[in-house]
């Protein structure tokens, strides 16, 4: 990715430029040296299925439109104005927050202990990788169907027979009571999306170099002094990019609740998205709904903004 | 993606836990009714509906019937996920005026699908000449299929909220008399009877959904009760709030009472009701009538009454199945004839419909002698005249927000989480929201 030669003209985002940058007058480029050709298919589905929704969204969040796609009027910024004043808005958007609070801190964490696990352990890595990976690979429906049916039930579910084992019987209802729900949501997104931070943790694991490991231990580092000296810091940019990642990941719950509790008891899980969802396919209030949306869209972008900010003025301090 | 398999939707569909064909068939892509080629000189009749477990089977039953009765129509059902996401699909279906010929709606959530824009009106005089008229159905539910001067839409059945009891463990706490129920008046005769049942079992008397995704029970139980206190939760045009302080507070504790004593089980979920009152320990389970065919298949020794009047009247929350015509550019010719002649099939043949639970809406069924063997399904048929369907507004109905939102409003009340005082200020200030939200869906009257 980061070769360049000076051979072939490399396809620059300055036209009439030369290989080296230096300006080259009178020469007209062909069309196809710009990349542009191949990049075309790519860019009209981008255009056809991002941007225009996008575009179109943004209109619609300015109208009365309803989810037929007939009769809507234009009402400024009603929309917005009625969705911050909603109570529902916010109630969502805090279970979204909270969520993402609670299942990021889980998730880095599990990820990197589980890639030092198996970085460690040198016998049957396979084995491992594939059985921290594999539920990832599962898709959001059998997941959640899973823990609904079989796991999360009380009396019967797999969660309180293992209680039971210990000589517990506290008949806990994981999902059914506002103090738990929340928390076995979590549970169960750890437990399938853990796998992807740890194979990223992983592969950044097996990308530090060991002449490190070797130095260190001529200078008599035991293990843990190189876990917290040159492991940690070595895996500083890789926690970086898992936890804008995660966060990006977490905000945008949905399936989990909807399949689980759909939102419930009494809205406790509900998710902003799920809240979109009903206003404009329950309640047919799709202007509104996409105001929401946007709402929504601005928090996301702020996040996906500010972090990588952040993370290169902590970059900057360090390097001084 | 799908949805859960003991979901509310699948459990109302009748049969909780029942695998109702939707998940296999709601995948339809695109929003237009599929056009197949019909055989030669056959008429391709579409129809789309949301029944299934126990009213899926009983539907496809039936309409097997109707074809082999009419060659001449070649007949496509679909059967689409219960609740919110068909009335999406049929709306935007219909929207595109290149919806199927015929579909089911529940006759509550008319005012909210723009009749007149996304519904086509009946064709009366079509109806008559296949011998179904005005007079067959109780003035009340024909009335509420009516809007701007047309009928939209023509009442299979009604499906009322009903009182499930457990025949033996009546028998033990003395409530039998002549092999029915003792009649039960007011409501510390119900809790007593619920007492004497908790003696003779030491499990709580009644066990009915109280919490869960989009748990709609909550909201039917207060429905029945208050309805039976005269009062009515909007204005009869459905555009202002009319909920009555004191008669729902009357209401609220006496089920936060109920809770409280342990007469009701506090925190189950709908299929978890089911399951504890199939275990056989419990005297009484409030529900509606669907479940019938479920409590029937694990030959638990059960029967039904009307919800006994406990705050004065015998009301009782209910909504109805209706057929309805959903708008097509260009409806009319054989394919609405077509349309019109399944309707009046199948009102003339509901006793089959019935067994799933209903009481049929065409009258002339309900003193046909195979209707009144089929028990209990007509023991609880006089409730017909007593139904208490939403007032008519646009977030009112089956898997309405208003359902939806409520229910889980009043199921704190039942676990416990919310006082009967904070959840009356919570439900009206709900309502509010909702009648000050404009109706996304207008009809051409409205």
């Known amino acids: 990715m980061t070769s360049t030669t000076t051979a072939a003209p490399a396809p620059v985002a300055k036209p009439g430029r030369g290989a080296a940058g230096r300006p080259v007058r009178g020469v007209r480029r062909k069309w196809t040296e710009h990349g542009l050709v191949f990049v075309a298919p790519f860019l009209v589905v981008y255009a056809l299925f991002l941007i225009w929704p996008l575009v179109s969204g943004l209109g619609m969040s300015l109208t009365s439109e309803n989810i037929t796609g007939s009769g809507g009027e234009f009402v400024g910024l009603d929309n917005y104005a009625e ?59 059998v997941v959640c169907l899973l823990f609904l049916n079989m796991i999360l039930p009380s009396d019967f579910g797999l969660a309180d027979q293992l209680l039971a084992a210990v000589g517990l019987t506290p008949e806990i209802g994981w999902l059914t009571d506002e103090r738990y729900a929340m928390l076995s949501i979590v549970a169960t997104t750890v437990w399938w999306t853990v796998g992807f931070n740890f194979l990223l943790y992983l592969a950044a694991l097996q990308a530090i170099p060991a002449h490190l ?4 231990e001529l200078d008599g580092a035991g293990a843990w002094k190189r876990l917290l000296h040159i492991t940690l810091p070595m895996l500083r940019r890789t926690t970086g990019l898992v936890v804008v990642l995660q966060v990006l990941a977490s905000l945008k719950i949905f399936d989990q609740v909807y399949i689980m509790t759909g939102g419930g008891p009494d809205e406790s899980t509900r998710p902003i998205l799920q809240y979109v969802y009903q206003q404009g396919f329950t309640g047919y209030r799709i202007g509104y709904a996409s105001a929401v949306s946007y709402i929504f869209f601005a928090l996301i972008l702020t996040v996906s903004l500010v972090q990588p900010l952040l993370s290169r003025r902590r970059a900057e301090e360090a390097a001084k | ?124 005089d079509l109806l008559a000449g296949l011998g179904v008229k005005e007079e067959d159905f109780p003035p009340d539910i024909w009335r509420r299929g009516q809007s701007g001067g047309e009928q939209y839409a023509v009442p299979l059945d009604t499906h009322p909220f009903v009182l499930y009891y457990q025949t033996e463990v009546c028998e033990k706490a003395g409530l039998m008399s002549g092999g029915r129920l003792r009649p039960i008046s007011g409501a510390d005769d119900f809790a007593d009877a619920l007492r004497a049942a908790k003696k003779a079992t030491g499990q709580p008397g009644l ?42 507070l009357r209401v609220l504790e006496y089920l936060a009472r109920l809770v409280e004593e342990g007469l009701m089980v506090r925190r189950v979920d709908y299929a978890g009701s089911i399951g504890v009152f199939n275990g056989g ?59 019109h002649t399944l309707v009046a099939w199948m009102l003339k043949n509901s006793v089959a419909w019935a067994r799933g639970g209903h009481v049929p809406a065409y009258l002339p069924v309900l003193d046909d002698p195979a209707y009144l063997a089929l028990k209990p399904q007509s023991e609880y048929r006089t409730v017909i005249d007593d139904v208490a369907l939403d007032e008519p507004a646009w977030f009112a109905g089956s898997a309405s927000r208003l359902w939806i939102e409520l229910g889980a409003v009043f199921s704190g009340v039942l676990t416990g989480s919310r006082s009967p005082r904070n959840a009356l200020t919570e439900a009206k200030a709900r309502l509010r929201t909702l009648l000050d939200t404009r109706n996304p869906l207008p009809g051409a009257a409205s």
């Open chain 2, 1 to 124: 993606m799908q949805p859960p398999l003991l979901s509310r939707r699948r459990a109302l569909a009748g049969g909780a836990g029942a695998l109702a064909a939707a998940g296999a068939l709601g995948s339809l892509s695109g929003c237009a009714a599929p056009a197949t080629a019909a055989g030669p000189g056959q008429t391709l009749l579409r129809y789309w509906h949301l029944f299934g477990g126990g009213d899926g089977v009983n539907m496809q039953g039936m309409l097997d019937d109707f074809r082999a009765g009419h060659p001449d129509i070649a007949l496509e059902a679909s059967t689409l996920q219960w609740g919110a996401p068909y009335y999406t699909k049929l709306g935007m279906a219909s929207a595109g005026g290149r919806a199927p010929e015929l579909a089911a709606l529940h006759l509550a959530r008319l005012a909210g699908f723009a009749p007149g824009r996304l519904l086509d009106p009946f064709d009366l």
């Open chain 1, 83 to 141: 969705a911050v004043r909603d109570p529902d808005v916010w109630s969502s958007l805090w279970n979204t927050v909270w969520f993402t609070v609670l299942s990021t801190v889980p998730l880095v964490v599990v990820g990197l202990v589980l890639a030092l696990l198996a970085h460690q352990l040198r016998v049957v890595q396979w084995l491992w990788r594939l059985s921290w990976f594999a539920p990832f690979l599962l898709p959001s429906g």
């Open chain 1, 213 to 216: 490991y070797e130095a260190a």
């Open chain 2, 281 to 339: 320990k419990t005297a009484f389970h409030l529900n509606g009538e669907w479940e019938i065919t479920t409590f029937k298949t694990t030959g638990l020794p059960f029967s039904m009454t009307r919800i006994p009047a406990l705050f004065g009247t015998a009301a009782t929350q209910a909504d109805c199945h209706a057929f309805v015509l959903p708008h097509q550019k260009d409806r009319g010719g054989a394919t609405n004839e077509a349309a």
């Open chain 2, 207 to 248: 066990v009915t959904e109280t919490l869960g995704p989009d748990c709609i029970t909550p909201w039917r139980l207060f429905s029945s009760f208050y309805a039976q206190t005269g009062g009515t939760v909007l204005s009869p045009d459905g555009k202002s709030l009319a909920l009555d302080d004191a008669k729902a």
